[in-house]
């Protein structure tokens, strides 16, 4: 049976994200990951996680919060993928107007606290 993959996005999504402040400068894990890190393979989801950061800084993070043993990759590429969960997303439906009107949306966290 061929495992299908589900790519997360780290920032603002995997972690509490408020803004960069550098590579290495990594926050707490946003209410509720490990959870649904843990039921997507439950699923039997492959969990990749998208990141711009350098592994080295993201794998260790993961070790440490409990999550290593749920995700497969770390990666900066896409990668073929049944969804794409991250907080910036604008998803197109046909319509590249209703693409433009939601250019510059900011992204959950910034409304946050």
Do not use: C
Request: charged share 30%; net charge neutral.
């Amino acid at each position: 049976m061929a495992q299908y993959t589900v790519a997360v996005d780290f920032d603002g999504v995997i972690h509490r994200y408020e803004g960069w402040k550098g590579p290495d400068v990594l926050d707490e894990p946003n209410p509720g990951a490990r959870e649904f890190l843990a039921e997507l393979v439950a699923r039997g989801f492959r969990v990749v996680i998208l990141t711009t950061r350098p592994a080295r800084f993201v794998e260790p993070w993961l070790r440490r919060y409990r999550m290593d043993d749920l995700v497969d990759q770390v990666t900066s590429e896409k990668v073929a993928a049944v969804a794409y969960i991250d907080d910036r997303a604008v998803r197109f439906r046909g319509n590249w107007d209703q693409v433009l009107a939601r250019l510059g949306e900011q992204p959950w966290w910034k409304h946050a606290g």
